[in-house]
């Protein structure tokens, strides 16, 4: 009886972490006239444009390998949203996520994931602020060292508010510096508008 117990409680553990990475069910992803991806939420009012050799997919591991532990536990999302997910499939590769914060504390939000991104040693941590298309952006540059791989990975992240909620969209890579990133990510960013 004690086995099935505990067979029940790991059950239950593991649909529970598992349910919290789900995308949206009201994101959809359409090819573009001019070989884009357009990225929408309806209920949530967002559109953004991304390059064509973006491939957008559910959260699995076996499509998901360059999220580890600590990246993991900085988008914990519980009663957030997470709008979307994907990566280039050609050169230069790049991994992006979405998210939508049921907060509209930009500011402590912002506190929060900069002490956890604190405690797990980020380097060159990095917080500007930007306006991009009449949309104040606050943007965190980092880097953090996968414990498995051994490899680091440089993050461009860019918060906004959004009605009563903050948007966060996340950048990533480990082959190419801030730069590169930065260009890549702010023709995305450029895209972004209400709908």
Known sequence: MKKNKILVFALLIILSSCTAYKISSYTSIKNTDDGRELVENNKEYISINYYG???????????????????????????????????????????????????????????????????????????????????????????LRDPELKIERRYCDYYCTHGNDVLRIVFWTSEYGHKGLENESENVIKTIKDI
């Open 53 to 143: 050799d973006y491939w957008f997919h559910p959260i699995r591991k076996n499509i998901t390998l360059n999220w580890d532990d600590n990246f993991m536990n900085l988008i914990k999302v519980r009663k957030n949203k997470i709008l979307y997910c994907g990566h280039t499939t050609i050169e230069p590769y790049y991994s992006t996520i979405g998210i939508l914060y049921k907060s509209n504390d930009l500011t402590q939000l912002i506190t929060d994931i900069t002490e956890k991104l604190k405690k797990l040693k980020a380097q060159n941590l990095l917080q500007t602020n930007d306006t991009i298309r009449s949309i104040t952006f606050t943007k965190l540059y980092y880097v």
